[in-house]
């Protein structure tokens, strides 16, 4: 697994690599090599130089043609390239041969976030989940670790050692991940208890692409102290923090930031982490409107809430931040292609499909600047208000009459003022 490590003290200097095919136009493929350039990064790692081919599927041997795979090597051999990042997953052969061929390190998609990841985790349960993750990552590619014990010659007596190795590690592995799991369960188990002891709080969850701004809205609302950086997975723990807006407290988390091509593992191993979501009263999604595919992320978090968390009928607020950052350049008259988010103005953009979005689930704000947050802060006092007095109904009655008499509440019990 140190393979997958990244040294933190030297910056490598690397090439990108992806394919435009049926499925993917040049243009994605720009846009998630963006991404994956941002990911090498956050890594560590000096991006010098794109490669990308057509073809109407990856090469089964080396993912990209015999022609383009030359003039990768002869690029690397050229300007001291050290590591080579494919932006999609490759296969264990697929490693394999590129690698003899181009004599560097060979990082795919997957191994990249991983690697983060590990640099990212501070708390136990992140580094287990973590941990976990790349075990199942390296499974199936253990056989490449072992080419220089593989049998050259087949028959009688040839036989040589590398095939009982590759079993006994992968026997290490799978005894390893059984463990890890057992850990994740009984993690979970504490979760969920720690979740059933903080009473009948109404709770609220940040989700979001990464990197667009949700643990500085977290920092912001809380008044607390969460690690936020222009970075991608900046925050990989969750974090919860009680947050009182006028009479009303609530508990607010900060989760894992989603991206496109999520290894499957990877979800999998954060599922306890997950399990915040699912448990959430009212989701409030985080956008980043000055990134160029917004509406392609949005459509992202929706997705894997869908499918991972089972939470897209949830209440949700439709945050979009970073409006200072917003930048558009005009069409030129005779441009007749579709306009975009790219070339509009912020409020014509707004007056779009956005206008058509319940204004009491939308606002536009900048966490950066504090702009709008005390539009926010009323709409998550209105939802939550909600949220509990569907609840509680009792406790509407009393909201006024604790109000008007200028009392406290504690509704960490359901009942203001109640202890017992």
């Known amino acids: 697994m140190k393979d997958l490590i990244i040294s933190k003290e030297t910056t490598e200097r690397t090439i990108l690599v992806g394919l435009v095919t049926q499925r993917q136009n040049e243009t994605k493929v720009e846009e998630y090599l963006d991404e994956l350039e941002f990911l090498a990064d956050t890594a560590g790692a000096q991006v010098v130089r794109r490669f990308t081919q057509k073809l109407d599927n990856p090469n089964p041997r080396t993912f990209v043609g015999q022609g383009k795979l030359a003039e990768i090597k002869e690029y690397v051999e050229k300007n001291e390239i050290g590591m080579v990042i494919f932006d999609d997953d490759l296969s264990t052969k697929q490693i394999a041969n590129i690698e003899k061929e181009l004599?560097?390190?060979?990082?795919?998609r997957s191994s990249l976030i991983l690697d983060i990841f590990a640099k990212r985790a501070q708390t136990a349960t992140a580094k287990t989940q973590v941990e976990l993750a790349q075990y199942r990552y390296l499974l199936p590619r253990l056989t490449r670790m072992w080419t220089h014990l593989e049998r050259q010659r087949g028959g009688i007596g040839m036989r040589g050692p590398g095939e009982t190795q590759i079993e006994t590690d992968r026997r290490i592995i799978l005894r390893r991940i059984s463990l890890l799991k057992e850990e994740l369960r009984d993690i979970d188990r504490q979760k969920t208890l720690q979740r059933k002891n903080r009473g009948q709080l109404t709770r609220v969850a940040l989700v979001g692409y990464t990197n667009v701004g949700k643990s500085t809205l977290m920092n912001l609302l809380s008044k607390s102290d969460v690690f936020a950086?222009?970075?991608l997975f900046a925050t990989l723990d969750t974090t919860v923090r009680k947050v009182t807006i006028e009479n009303l407290p609530f508990l607010l988390t900060d989760t894992v930031?989603?991206?496109?091509k999520l290894?499957?593992?990877?979800?999998?191993s954060f599922k306890s982490t997950l399990d915040e979501v699912r448990d959430a009263d009212l989701l409030v999604h985080v956008v980043d409107i000055s990134h160029p595919q917004f509406e392609e992320q949005i459509e992202v978090v929706n997705k894997t809430l869908a499918e991972v968390c089972g939470s897209a009928d949830k209440p949700m607020i439709m945050v979009f931040n970073k409006i200072d950052a917003y930048s558009h350049v005009p069409k030129d008259e005779d441009d007749l292609t579709p306009r975009t988010a790219r070339n509009i103005p912020l409020e014509e953009l707004k007056a779009t499909w956005m206008n058509r979005l319940d204004p009491g689930n939308c606002v536009f704000v900048s966490a950066k600047k504090g702009t709008n947050i005390d539009e926010l802060k009323q709409m998550l006092y209105n939802k939550a208000r909600e949220i509990h007095t569907q609840r509680f109904p009792y406790n509407d009655f009393l909201y006024?009459?604790?109000?008007?008499?200028?009392?406290?509440?504690?509704?960490?019990t359901g009942l203001p003022g109640e202890n017992g």
């Open 103 to 108: 004599q560097v390190k060979i990082l795919d």
């Open 257 to 260: 930031g989603f991206i496109r």
């Open 400 to 412: 006024q009459k604790y109000d008007d008499e200028g009392q406290s509440d504690d509704f960490t």
């Open 229 to 231: 950086e222009n970075k």
């Open 263 to 268: 290894p499957t593992h990877l979800v999998e």
